[in-house]
């Protein structure tokens, strides 16, 4: 089972990044578009685990006590960069979002996933290069909407993920929910 932690966004921001990736699709015919209905936040990929340690991964998260967070929708840009586009992406601002991922990484590990081994960049994906890289006219236009404001709201829950792998592209599922409530007094809670 292939399975990712993630925040899934309200309606109101998906029906934004979907307006946007409406107006921009007829620029380029070399990017792979996320169905609106999939787009979300990932916070851990954890790849191909056996279906027996799912159970591990929900107790490990259901421990997990941490305040919601606040996340602002805005711009986009590039991965690796302009040069050699190959991930569109809608940015974020979410504060408390690096340290709730180095949490989810820590519980991770001790049930022997890896680290993360580049450093973590909020931000949601909207389209993939096809092959070596996107458009340089989707590069060029985008520009245009790197300020643009699609959105903010309160995350207060994560999802465990199951990505099944079509030839049309994955579909995401969601396996369990957990509620980002706060402990009180908690010295470790955020």
Do not use: C, N
């Not at 340690?53 to 690796?80: C, R, Y």
């Not at 979410?94 to 180095?102: C, F, K, R, Y």
Request: net charge positive; charged share 30%.
């Amino acid at each position: 089972m292939r399975v990712f932690v993630a925040i899934d966004l309200p309606d109101a921001v998906r029906r934004e990044l979907k307006e946007l990736q409406r107006k921009l699709r007829p620029l380029t015919s070399s990017s792979r578009w996320v169905a609106p209905e999939s787009i979300h936040i990932t916070l851990k990929f954890l790849g191909e685990v056996p279906e027996k340690q799912i159970e591990q991964i929900d107790e490990a998260l259901t421990g997990l006590t941490w305040k919601p967070l606040t996340i602002s929708v805005h711009g986009v840009g590039f991965f690796p960069g302009v040069r050699s586009p190959r991930v569109f992406w809608a940015g974020m601002d979410a504060p408390t979002m690096q340290d709730l991922t180095e949490e989810l990484d820590a519980r991770m590990e001790r049930l022997d996933f890896d680290r993360e081994k580049r450093a973590f960049r909020p931000h949601i994906t909207l389209a993939r290069a096809r092959a070596t890289r996107i458009d340089t006219a989707l590069v060029t236009v985008a520009s245009e909407y790197s300020e643009r404001d699609v959105g903010s709201f309160t995350a207060d829950r994560i999802f465990l993920f199951q990505s099944t792998l079509k030839q049309s592209g994955a579909i995401y599922s969601k396996v369990k929910e957990y509620s980002l409530e706060p402990r009180s007094s908690s010295p470790g809670s955020q």
